[in-house]
Structure formats: structure tokens, C-alpha cells
Nanobody, 125 residues
Framework: QARPVESGGGSVQTGGSLRLSCDAS????????RGWFRQTPGKEREAVAD??????ITSYADFVQWRFTISQTKDTVSLKLENLEPEDTAVYYC????????????????????WGQGTQVTVSS
């Protein structure tokens, strides 16, 4: 499968907003989970949010604190970032995986390895 293609990153000031988008047209079977991760230099990639393709149920990392919203169409998965803080500065990546026997989408997405280029989000104070 082709690597995901992310877009929509940029530079904003504290409190600003961005909308990230990912072409997820290869990941549209009912049992797929789709989600977003982020990574800063020297740190491991961390899960941000995920959504189950079949019913749209979402899950967020604790640090999101109601500031981000994941959504999807058949062919795209988006992440709306609001009230951004400098700590949100990172490269954001999208991912997809079959939920299969995993209990949660987060567990399934942790197996994803076909990372794209990501999109840079920079938040200045």
C-alpha cells in the first residue's frame, strides 16, 4: 500500500488553529482504524487521536484536552487543531490499521509502520 500523504501543517502562534488532512483512500474497509500521531525530535512517536471507519467512534490522547477533533470522509481523515500551544509543535502523521483482534483502535494503530512524510506543525509563543 502507498504511504499516507499528510497536508495542512504550518506555523501559528499560541492559541491558533490548523486543519490537517490525510489521503486515506486505501484504508476504507469497515474494520479499519484511522488516526493521527505526532513526533518531536528525540522523542518517540505518540498517538494523538483515532477514529473507527465503520461507525466513527473516536478516541483522544489525554493531552488533547478537547482541543483537537478528528473526523473522516470515505477517502480522508482530518485533524482539526485548536487552541494550539508551543508543546504541540511536532511532525504529525496519519496511520491506518485493521482493528481485527485488537481491543482498541489505539492498539491496532500502534502496529502501523508505513509512515509517510508527515506535516510539520510549529506553534510559537
Amino acid at each position: 500500500q502507498a504511504r499516507p500523504v499528510e497536508s495542512g501543517g504550518g506555523s501559528v502562534q499560541t492559541g491558533g488553529s490548523l486543519r490537517l488532512s490525510c489521503d486515506a483512500s486505501e484504508y476504507t474497509k469497515a474494520d479499519y482504524c484511522r488516526g493521527w500521531f505526532r513526533q518531536t525530535p528525540g522523542k518517540e512517536r505518540e498517538a494523538v487521536a483515532d477514529i473507527y471507519f465503520r461507525d466513527g467512534i473516536t478516541s483522544y490522547a489525554d493531552f488533547v484536552q478537547w482541543r483537537f477533533t478528528i473526523s473522516q470522509t470515505k477517502d480522508t481523515v482530518s485533524l482539526k487543531l485548536e487552541n494550539l500551544e508551543p508543546e504541540d509543535t511536532a511532525v504529525y502523521y496519519c496511520a491506518a490499521a485493521y482493528q481485527g483482534l485488537w481491543n482498541t483502535c489505539r492498539s491496532a494503530l500502534a502496529t502501523f509502520r508505513n509512515w509517510g512524510q508527515g506535516t510539520q506543525v510549529t506553534v510559537s509563543s
